[in-house]
C-alpha cells in the first residue's frame, strides 16, 4: 500500500489518499489535481514528484482504509457547477467540499444540514467506472 498526502505536492489541501498499487494511486492522484487545483495536464516531471511523494501508510491508516471504497461528490451548490471530488472518507469528502463552497460559492459557513447532504450525496466510485463513463 502506498499513501499521499496532497499537502506534501505543496498545496493547502487536506486531501489524502491510499491506494494498493503506485499506478492505482497515481492515477487518482492526477484525478484529484485536475478536479480540485485546476492542473491540466500531469508531466513527466509532475508525476516524478507524485510518486516521489508516495510514502508507506501508517499501520493505523492501512487497517483503516484496507476496506475503504473511494467516493466522490458531484457539488450541485451552482446550476452549473460541475465541481467533483473524488476521496477515500467522507469526511475528506466534506472538508473538500466547504473549502469549495467557501472559495467557489462564497458560503463561509457550512452548516450540519450541508454537511448531510454532502455525505448523503456522495457515491461510490472506481477508477473503472470513471474511465467508462468517459468514453461514454
Ligand atoms: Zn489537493
Ligand atoms: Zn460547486
Not at 497515481?26 to 513527466?44: C, E, F, N, P, Y
Not at 473524488?86 to 473538500?96: F, P, S
Not at 473549502?99 to 473503472?128: C, N, Y
Request: glycine share 4%; hydrophobic share 40%; charged share 30%.
Amino acid at each position: 500500500m502506498r499513501e499521499i498526502k496532497c499537502a506534501s505536492l505543496g498545496y493547502n489541501c487536506k486531501w489524502k489518499h491510499i491506494a494498493n498499487t503506485e499506478e492505482l494511486l497515481a492515477d487518482i492522484t492526477a484525478i484529484h489535481l485536475r478536479d480540485v487545483h485546476g492542473m491540466k495536464a500531469i508531466s513527466q516531471d509532475m508525476l516524478a514528484k507524485i510518486k516521489n511523494a508516495f510514502m508507506p501508510p501508517s499501520e493505523a491508516d492501512a487497517a483503516k482504509f484496507a476496506d475503504v471504497k473511494t467516493k466522490v461528490y458531484n457539488c450541485d451548490i451552482g446550476p452549473k457547477c460541475s465541481w467533483r471530488y473524488v476521496a477515500m472518507t467522507e469526511e475528506l469528502i466534506v472538508d473538500g467540499a466547504a473549502v469549495h463552497a467557501r472559495e467557489a460559492h462564497g458560503i463561509k459557513e457550512f452548516s450540519p444540514t450541508m454537511i448531510a447532504k454532502v455525505k448523503k450525496a456522495a457515491q461510490e466510485w472506481s477508477l473503472d467506472s470513471d474511465k467508462k463513463s468517459k468514453v461514454a
